[in-house]
C-alpha cells in the first residue's frame, strides 16, 4: 500500500489552488472512462469523488488517479457493447434511449441517478463537462443518490427475507 498525494475531483476550490482547471479534470475522467469503455474490457464501478483523484506531474500536466481498484466490472460478452450505446445515450442527453437501455436490467427508476454517476451531470443539465454545479443541485442530488441506495438496499433486503421465508426447514 503506498501513499498517493491529490486531489478529489469534486474539491474544486483545491484544484484552482493547483493551478489546474477543471475542464481539464472532467476531460481526463471522460477519457478514462471511455477508454475502460470502448477499449478495454473492464469498468471501475466505484468512482466517487475519495477514489478519483487528480495531481499536477512534474511537467505541470495533470494526472488522473484511480484509486480502490478492488472493484471492477469485467464485460461478458454484449454487455459491452451495452454499457457503449448507455454511455454515448447519456453523454448526448438522450434521456428516452438512457431509459430504454436501463429497462433492460428494471433500472429505468434509476436512469437518472445512472447518468448522473457516470458522466457528472443530469441529463436535463445544461451545463458542459466541466463546468460546475451549484451547492444546492449538488446537496439535492447527493440526497437522491442516498435515497435510491437505500431503496435498493432495501428491495434486495426484502427479496432474501423472502426466499428465506419459503425455504424449507431442517
Not at 486531489?7 to 472532467?26: F, H, L, P, S
Not at 466517487?48 to 460478452?77: S, T, W
Not at 428516452?96 to 451531470?121: D, H, K, P
Request: aromatic share 8%; charged share 25%; hydrophobic share 40%.
Amino acid at each position: 500500500m503506498e501513499f498517493i498525494h491529490g486531489v478529489k475531483v469534486n474539491d474544486v476550490e483545491q484544484i484552482r489552488k493547483e493551478g489546474i482547471e477543471t475542464k481539464q479534470v472532467a476531460r481526463l475522467c471522460v477519457q478514462a472512462f471511455a477508454a475502460m469503455i470502448f477499449q478495454a474490457p473492464f469498468l471501475h464501478v466505484d468512482p466517487h469523488a475519495g477514489n478519483l483523484f487528480v495531481r499536477k506531474q512534474k511537467n505541470g500536466k495533470p494526472q488522473l488517479v484511480l484509486l480502490d481498484h478492488g472493484m471492477y466490472n469485467y464485460f461478458e460478452k454484449g454487455f459491452n457493447e451495452f454499457i457503449q450505446e448507455l454511455w454515448l445515450a447519456m453523454v448526448a442527453q438522450d434521456q428516452s434511449r438512457v431509459n430504454e437501455l436501463c429497462s433492460v436490467y428494471q433500472l429505468e427508476r434509476f436512469a437518472q441517478l445512472i447518468s448522473l454517476s457516470m458522466t457528472g451531470r443530469s441529463m436535463t443539465s445544461h451545463n458542459k463537462f466541466g463546468e460546475e454545479m451549484s451547492g444546492e443541485l449538488h446537496d439535492s442530488i447527493e440526497e437522491r443518490m442516498k435515497h435510491a441506495m437505500q431503496t435498493v438496499t432495501m428491495e434486495i433486503f426484502e427479496k432474501r427475507i423472502g426466499i428465506v421465508r419459503v425455504s424449507p426447514r431442517v
